[in-house]
């Protein structure tokens, strides 16, 4: 963990009872993938990280200081594990509001944010196994009572995610699954859905416009799609309307498509499509490897 400019062991990492994340939730994240010490889409990453600054009142660091943090931390996470277990990282960028019992967020005498916290987490990370692929997902879906400002903000603020996550786990499914107020799919609590039309084998995810977060791997996994001449497009599932699609999956950038087994009492036959997802997380580990950015220090 890089932290303050010093970087140790996330066991030995410390932030004050007095941050702003920790008091009020008054923070926001995003979780990169690296490949062989280099970033993946670091500039779609960068300017969400931005874009949720601005709305949710926080100090967003300069691009240097961001790459800095992000290039120290990742250095010594492989000084300290080893290449084997640098080859896939998960990178966990944070911003806080930095310390304050206040819930007004802090500005200086011109009315600027003051300079708040940055956290760089860095984990070892790896595809979906074989297991995962032969036996998949079992998912519960839940209402998506979130708030719809903030969507598309990578936010600290993940209890009502929490709660329907550990709802679902205590019932027996893997993972929660969102649907909106017009009982349309959405995401689950921690990772996109995908699912393949059965009338025409066309893969679809929900618009952003349906409550969904802009994710960055979704759109890398479009364009995946199209050097495989697999059809992508943007619609939502309904949930009274399982029979409608082949096969679902869930999607992040470290875990890639993991497919999607039972969604409620609906069953799908996740082995059917055991060699099509193979194909297609081929094609997204391709994609995310031409996107890679800047190496570490």
Known sequence: MWLDGRVSLL???KIPVTDRGFLFGHAIFETILAIEGAVV???AH??????GAGKARLFCPSEAALRHAVAEALSEFELQFGKQASERVSVRLV???GDSMTLVPQRDAKGNLCEGRLLVICRS?????SSELEKGFALRTAPDARAKELVDVKSNSYLWNLMCLDNA???GFDDALFYNPDGEISESTTASFVWMRKSDKALCSAPQSRNVLPGTTLLCLQTAMESVGQTFIWQALHKDNYQDAEACAVLSSVRGLVPVSKIDDFEFDSTLMKQQFSKWNAALV???FKHRGFPPM
């Open 11 to 13: 066991k030995e990492a």
């Open 41 to 43: 889409l670091w500039a």
């Open 46 to 51: 960068r300017d969400r990280l931005r874009a």
């Open 95 to 97: 911003l806080t509001g």
């Open 125 to 129: 990370a790896s595809t979906g196994g």
């Open 169 to 171: 786990r205590i019932d």
């Open 286 to 288: 391709a994609e995310q």
